[in-house]
């Protein structure tokens, strides 16, 4: 029951959507797409769902090729970003309705529906319309219609993008327990918060201006993210990346002053490169460090992060806690040179630290 890409290819008015997509998805997993916007998300889950053609490529799922299966021939499910249900109906039924179009019988209408209705936590909310009921549960409802479908493939495009904050977390934490049932599903997820593609993701797909730029399972992209690309879009916020070059042994980072390399950096040959370091790898020191100026500081509930421009390079430094700076000020950098990843001069990752932490 693979779902097998090869070379998947479209553009649209001239502009590259996807470019030679290459997959191979395996059923009982689940897979987080993650990028930045515009980066092709969508269009890869339109492609599999069967609602965008494509220019160039083949899509195969048990031997079946899967292009020429109209989309309402197709054994997919999809979830959007807006959820979508039918107003006049309550929620059971709303959960029944493509079990009734598919011609089951009336038990077995009634035991999917109950039963995906409870993955959810809407048991208590059968009878209601979609209209008496919160954002988060009109989402849950559109999730328990597709659960209830059993389909091969369940495709989800980033379906929390338009809740807030709090009810984010809270159904993050719920799906990853939800899709754990699904058994011999594909199941594809989309979005753009690396804390949604590491905790949900058995396998995580980085793409980048509609190509695949990485996978992996979430500890092997995190650990060693294979282009400077990569790891600012697996980062919150991104990896800062330091124009440098190394001679002798020794590194200069963009104007500043040269300094040993770190060990693990050691056996890196002479020339230009790129280091990079992650903003919970900078601290702020009353003492000694890079003098840096803040030029904007984010306080986002128990941490702060200041950013700041040192010697012509926009660094960002993630500090735990509520901490006293301004627009403005003049302060001192030190950085953990053990934490230093090391990216040739076109962006692909040459060394990364050989241990990693609090991911």
Known sequence: MTLTARGLTLSVEGVDHLR???????????????GRTLAGKSSLLRVLAGLQRVDA?????????????????????????QFINYPHLNVFDNVAFPLRRAKLSGEQVRLRATESLAKVGLSDFHAR??????????QRVALARALARRCKTLLLDEPLVNLDYKLREQLREEFRELFSGVGDS??????????????????????HEGRIVQTGT?????????????????NEPPMNIIPGTVTGGRMRLNDLGAVDLPAHLAGLPDGPCQFGLRATDLSLSSSEGLRGDVTFV????SETFVHVVIADIPMVVQLEGIHDVSLGDA????????????FSAQGDLLVAPSEQGGR
């Open 20 to 34: 030679d997509i290459t997959l191979d998805l395996r059923p009982g997993r689940i897979y987080t797409v993650i």
């Open 57 to 81: 490529g083949t899509l195969t799922q048990d031997g079946t090729d899967l292009l020429q299966v109209p989309v309402w021939r197709r054994d997919t499910a999809m979830v959007y970003q």
């Open 129 to 138: 319309k979609p209209s008496q009921l919160s954002g988060g549960q009109q």
């Open 186 to 207: 594909v199941v594809v997820y989309t979005t753009t918060e690396t804390t949604e593609a590491m905790m949900l993701g058995d396998e995580v797909i980085v793409m």
């Open 218 to 234: 979430p500890a092997e992209v995190f650990d060693a993210p294979a282009t400077t690309t990569v790891a600012q879009i697996i």
């Open 298 to 301: 984010e306080i986002s509930g």
């Open 331 to 342: 302060v001192l950098v030190t950085i953990r040179s053990d934490r230093l990843f090391a």
